[in-house]
């Protein structure tokens, strides 16, 4: 690929699951890849193995978004991956400081990285944001209310900008999973790896990997084609709350 056909990608969340599978993916459809995270050694492994370009990533943190920024040349695709939930505690026992990291990283984080890279996505010509929510998104459920108003928040962010964009030379693309094994409920749990891996007992869960093949499908359609809002979820989920399991 000539240097002038090269396009780039900006992954945010890449040191692991979706994020780390993502960046993989976009690298074998040919994007430069810049990935961001906090846990920068992992993905320096990462960066070697696609050739991409491992760059340290707060994204709570408006100076080290800046620093990143500057380190990204060009930005065809956005993916909005970071984020995450904390904690399982009903609105009436809410705590404030686990609310405050969910708006920060899935809200927040989303803000800062997309609006410091549109100019770049606009000016490339065909750029595309692709924004990582959740089921969460368009559900609410029973002691996930700090995740699932983080992921309303977030989603309607994004899909605001389709509107504002209209005209302009760049897609909006939002991914909204179900249940997907990954790092996800540890952190959820806080560490606790009974609870997590019990989300995804005695069914099939989806893979990062699976999450990145949609978004790789997305990101690789004509530039004509938007498309607006994806929902995957395994076969056997059927909302945020009601599954299949096998005993
Ligand atoms: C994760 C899916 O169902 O735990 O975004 O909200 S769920």
């Known amino acids: 690929t000539s240097p002038d056909q090269q396009r780039w990608a900006v992954v945010t969340g890449a040191s692991s699951g979706i994020g780390a599978a993502t960046a993989r993916r976009l690298a074998t459809e040919g994007f430069r890849v810049v990935m961001g995270a906090r846990r920068v050694e992992r993905l320096e492994r990462l ?10 990533l ?16 060009e930005c065809h695709v956005l993916v909005n991956n970071a984020g995450g939930a904390k904690g399982t505690a009903a609105v009436a026992e809410a705590d404030e400081d686990d609310w405050r990291w969910m708006w920060e990283t899935n809200v927040l984080g989303t803000l800062r990285l997309t609006k410091a890279l549109l100019p770049k996505l ?9 924004t990582v929510t959740s089921v969460a998104a368009l559900e609410t459920y029973d002691n996930g209310s700090g995740y699932t108003s983080a992921k309303h928040a977030q989603a309607a962010l994004h899909r605001t900008l389709r509107g504002e964009h209209l005209g302009e030379p760049v897609r909006f693309t939002e991914i909204a999973p179900g249940l997907v094994e ?5 952190v959820r749990y806080g560490g ?7 989300v995804y007992r005695g069914l099939t ?5 699976d999450v990145a093949d949609v978004i790789a499908f997305a990101a690789t359609r004509p530039a004509h084609v938007n498309l607006d809002q994806i929902v995957l979820k395994p076969r056997d989920q059927a909302s945020a709350t009601r599954a299949h399991r096998e005993p």
């Open 47 to 56: 960066a070697e193995e696609t050739g991409g370009l491992a760059v340290e």
């Open 58 to 73: 707060d994204v709570t943190d408006a100076d080290s978004v800046a620093a990143f920024v500057e380190r990204v040349p």
């Open 122 to 130: 606009v000016s490339c010509g065909n750029g595309h944001v692709l």
């Open 182 to 186: 990954t790092e996800f409920s540890e």
């Open 192 to 198: 606790d790896t009974e609870r997590a891996a019990a």
């Open 205 to 209: 869960p989806l893979t990062a990997e």
